[in-house]
């Protein structure tokens, strides 16, 4: 996989209790899954969540820490890193989210936080590149979603794959990072698919 450390948003819209529970693993098939680092390929990522899901987290276990409207999972995912849930207020309501986040990083729950609050006021509706991609990882069926292997040319290994329907040539197995803007649009919820990407500042 190509991990990275930055703070990311990996699924738009509210996650029902079955989508996020499927979201707490989502690189459940990545190879060397017990030999491998996976601190940085988890550590910065969010999404929002309902209430009542957020209500479930908090009451599964006594939570790691309490800290206002946040709290931590006792149970660690990978070395240092583990669930932080939010109640946050945006736009005078209050949402729900949650992230994974690196305690070995005493900056790590104020900085995502900040970063929740920053991508979720803006007043137009976009989405990234990236975002539209990290959404696609995320709904995809284990099925139709992996990891290149060995038949793969070296610096591809590894990385996220997609099965694409290619009409009469059948399906097709791609890099996630490669698909084409139409395979992006094909990919996504029609709800998301004609959302514009954010103006830079």
């Known amino acids: 996989m190509n991990p990275s450390p930055a703070i990311r948003k990996v699924f738009q819209g509210v996650a029902s209790r079955a989508q996020m529970f499927r979201m707490f693993d989502r690189h459940l098939q990545r190879p060397d899954r017990w030999e491998d680092e996976a601190m940085?390929?988890?550590?910065?990522?969010?999404?929002?969540?309902?209430?009542?899901?957020?209500?479930?987290?908090?009451?599964?276990?006594?939570?790691?820490?309490?800290?206002?409207?946040?709290?931590?999972?006792?149970?660690?995912?990978?070395?240092?890193?583990?669930s932080v849930f939010f109640a946050l207020r945006i736009d005078e309501a209050i949402r729900y989210f949650h992230g994974y986040c690196d305690l070995s990083?005493?900056?790590?729950v104020e900085t995502m936080r900040l970063a929740i609050i920053e991508r979720e006021s803006r007043p137009?509706?976009?989405?990234?590149?990236a975002e539209r991609l990290e959404h696609i990882w995320s709904s995809t069926a284990d099925d139709y979603?992996?990891?290149?292997?060995?038949r793969w040319p070296e610096a591809s290994r590894g990385k996220c794959t997609v099965m694409l329907y290619g009409g009469k040539g059948g399906t097709v197995l791609k890099l996630l990072e490669d698909l084409s803007d139409d395979e992006i649009?094909?990919?996504?919820?029609?709800?998301?698919?004609?959302?514009?990407?954010?103006?830079?500042a």
């Open 40 to 82: 940085p390929l988890y550590a910065g990522e969010w999404f929002e969540i309902g209430g009542a899901e957020h209500d479930y987290m908090f009451e599964i276990l006594p939570p790691l820490w309490i800290r206002g409207s946040m709290f931590a999972m006792r149970e660690f995912l990978t070395g240092s890193v583990t």
């Open 105 to 108: 990083d005493k900056a790590s």
């Open 124 to 129: 137009v509706r976009a989405m990234t590149r």
């Open 145 to 150: 979603r992996g990891y290149a292997g060995e």
């Open 185 to 200: 649009a094909a990919k996504l919820p029609v709800q998301l698919r004609h959302l514009p990407s954010p103006i830079a």
